[in-house]
């Protein structure tokens, strides 16, 4: 739909969906979802997203269920059902991907026009119910039929949304706290309201209803609250549609009165059934004979006189009065109707006549709709017959009751000059009839002569139209493709009706060419993070399956290390990709390094996967050219890097020869200089004095720390 609703900011609208779907504009919500127009950037094609309500997406079950409900939906194949081509999440957002429809719902065709005709909303229910039909014979209960659902293309194609969402909404636990439900209330069957069931019958109920909108402009029970609507299905019988619009025909009142029937078990068992009576119904609408019987629901006055008419007017009533008889069944009729008996006389004159006492002088012709306008259901007894009727009827007036219908014949007869039983233009007209019911009878058996759908699947196109053009059927190869384990490509691969169904002559059998079996290429997940991996194979229809853990010196903690199978290999759509995930390097602990030279601790480092840095350090307690330790001790995994000491020994100094001959303040300052400890011995203490001796004595090498003793004198 291209109707773009006014509305406030949508933070949905520029949205990448899934990293696919620009949604660029909103078409209709609802309270159950929001159905945007978007772009498929994948397929560069235009495509309808419809977006679930909030409470619905963070409801865990409905998501689960609405995902099989929506696989279920998008198997279906028919004309008439719009196509859902994907399904997903993304974040908190759950969505639908469907076909987008260039028109209007049905609902906005019927605010438009206000009313259909019965010939134009029979037309629409067959591709309504067709498309239902399908979706009984997949076992599929769409449970939301109305206007609303029913697309309107702007080539006058009619299709059918929402498959299974109805009924993954109805299984919701929201439904009772969030009434998504309450504006379907007008469609919904009694067992819905009365037990909460619904099978294929309950979507025949809801054809009934819309069938009665569709033909009288409203719904058959209307009220203030939902409460009292669902009330009025439960406990009246829908009307009959000619209640409210006279110019509906009696067939198609049984038709609504057969699909809206209380019990379930009087109403069609499913779409099928109900779509052969409407295509039925539909056949026999047309213009109406000359002169008809009343049960066959045509518009041209049938001539009677007054008491004939008063008479079949009691038996219409249910008291047939003397006269009258039940009329079999016959092509294209129904049975039980009534037909005035024929007069014996074989003088009939063109017109049944009668003189009227009191109104005119004159013969007066009585049509019986006009009679029947005249009359209420209390203006005759049904006990009365019909010379008493009219005896009364007329009680009162200045002129004698008129003669009997025989003895004012006969009296004719005896006035004129005899004239000849068939009368040139009696003859035509009864030509014409003749003709007219033997065509009828001829287009009946030919109409109701069935053929098979033969099987196709398998055969090339040219194969299968030859086959399907010899069962005296109509192929129909469409654009749309299918998947097939067992059809090669390019080969009829589905067809629609199935192979053994029962058509009639020329129908239509729709084919769809096969694309072999139905095959993705595994992507490549390398270094890709778990969250980018999933997303990557759902875009590819492929699913993340185990997923085991897994240390690596070059894949970063939470990427892929490696996945099976791999990376371009074909699989089968919703195929199990097994993940390796990175916990990043494998953890050590410092070995002990005392005792060991520096060479081998290196080694043994390196051997952990360390890498080692190293360094020289004077140590008083290890020898030369062995480790002392390294850093850090703790926290380390493999290519990680540490610091290796290796022992330089003790530090030494050389005490400065000739410090004797120093001042003592500048020998004292040298000495600490060197990292010595200075202790200074005074024989004259107070005096200057000058130094005597330095002891360990000057050249001679020390540790760094040692002590060095000056004496003065």
Partial sequence: MRTVLNSAVDPLLGRLLDGRYEISGRLAQGGMAVVYSAFDTRLDRSVAVKVMHPALAADEDFVARFRREAKAAARLSNPHVVAVTDQGRDGDVIFLVMELIEGRTLREVLREAGRLSAPEALEIMLSVLDALAAAHRAGLVHRDVKPENVLVADDGAVKVGDFGLARAVDASPLTATTGLLLGTVAYLAPEQVARGVADARADVYACGVMLFELLTGKPPFEGTSPLQVAYQHLNDNVPAPSSRQPDVPASVDRLVAAATARDPADRPHDATALLFRTRAVLDRLGPAPAVTRRGHNDTAPLELDLAEAAALDLARRG??????????????????????????????????????????????????????????????????????????????????????????????????????????????????????????????????????????????????????????????????????????????????????????????????????????????????????????????????????????????????????????????????????????????????????????????????????????????????????????????????????????????????????????????????????????????????????????SGGTVVRVGSQVSIYLY
């Fill in 319 to 696: 008291k047939p009065a003397s006269g009258l008889r039940s009329a079999p069944a016959t092509p294209g009729g129904v049975g039980g109707d009534l037909a005035v008996d024929e007069v014996a006389d074989d003088d009939v004159p063109d017109t049944l006549e009668h003189p009227v006492a009191g109104s005119h002088t004159g013969n007066s012709r009585i049509d019986l709709p006009d009679l029947a306008a005249g009359l209420d259901a209390g203006d005759f007894d049904a006990d009365a017959d019909a010379d008493a009727l009219a005896a009364e009827d007329f009680e009162g007036a200045d002129e004698p009751p008129a003669p009997s219908r025989r003895a004012r014949r006969k009296q004719r007869r005896a006035d004129r000059p005899k004239r000849r039983l068939l009368r040139p233009g009696r003859l035509t007209l009864l030509i014409l009839l003749i003709l007219s019911l033997v065509a009828g009878l001829i287009g009946w058996q030919l109409a109701g002569r069935k053929a098979t759908v033969p099987n196709v699947i398998g055969k090339s196109p040219a194969a299968a139209e030859a086959a399907l053009r010899s069962s005296h059927l109509s192929p129909s190869l469409v654009a749309a493709t299918v998947y097939s384990e067992t059809v090669p490509k390019g080969e009829i691969g589905s067809i629609d009706p199935g192979a053994g169904r029962k058509l009639r002559r020329g129908g239509v059998v729709t084919l769809k060419l096969s694309l072999g079996p139905e095959r993705y290429t595994v992507p490549t997940l390398g270094k890709l993070s778990v969250a980018d991996a999933i997303n990557a194979l759902r875009v590819s229809h492929l699913r993340a399956g185990k997923q085991t853990l897994a240390y690596s010196d070059t894949v970063p903690a939470n990427a892929i290390i490696s996945f099976t199978p791999p990376a371009g290999t074909q699989a089968k759509p919703d195929t199990a990709i097994d993940l390796a995930v990175s916990q990043g390097p494998q953890p050590v602990k410092l070995p002990k390094l005392t005792g060991l030279t520096g060479a081998d601790a290196q080694q043994a480092l390196q051997k952990l996967g360390l890498k080692v840095t190293v360094k020289r350090d004077f140590s008083d307690t290890v020898n030369i050219g062995f480790a002392i330790g390294a850093t850090p001790t703790t926290g380390l995994h493999r290519t990680q890097t540490v610091t290796l000491s290796v022992s330089k020994g003790p530090q030494v100094v050389t005490i400065p020869p000739g410090i004797e001959n120093d001042n003592p303040g500048y020998a004292k300052q040298v000495l600490q200089s060197l990292g010595l400890n200075v202790v200074t011995h005074s024989y004259f203490p107070g005096l200057d004095s000058s130094i005597l001796t330095v002891r360990p």
